[in-house]
Nanobody, 121 residues
Framework: QLQASGGGLMQVGGSLRLSCAAS????????TGWFRRAPGKEREFVAA????????YYAESVKGRFTISTDNAKKTLYLQMNSLEPEDSAVYYC????????????????WGQGTLVTVSS
């Protein structure tokens, strides 16, 4: 299971850190990631990382502003979001996959419930 938290209301240029606590068979699955869905839009890839942190990759829209990380001891995935923009407003979901690399939500079989991020201008 995955449990996301940390969302909230933030002004443009601010920062938020999302957390995703993992338990059960999701821990140790090779790939973990964050996706987001803005109102009226499809769910889109944000960032992904192996649980060991050796591989990380990002959507172009967040590269340089967001950082994904994992803490194996705490079984927790993080997404540090800096320089937030109104376009970052969305429900953010954490997910896990047995794939070694993917940007497609279809390859992620385990999902958290989502946490809402709102960026006001």
């Amino acid at each position: 299971q995955l449990q996301a938290s940390g969302g909230g209301l933030m002004q443009v240029g601010g920062s938020l850190r999302l957390s995703c606590a993992a338990s059960g068979p999701t821990v140790g699955r090779y790939l973990t990631g964050w996706f987001r869905r803005a109102p009226g839009k499809e769910r889109e890839f944000v960032a992904a990382s192996g649980w060991d942190g050796r591989i990380t990759y990002y959507a172009e829209s967040v590269k340089g502003r967001f950082t994904i990380s994992t803490d194996n001891a705490k079984k927790t995935l993080y997404l540090q979001m800096n320089s937030l923009e109104p376009e970052d407003s969305a429900v953010y979901y954490c997910a896990a996959s047995v794939s070694s690399y993917s940007r497609s939500s279809r390859d992620f079989g385990s999902w958290g419930q989502g946490t809402l991020v709102t960026v006001s201008s």
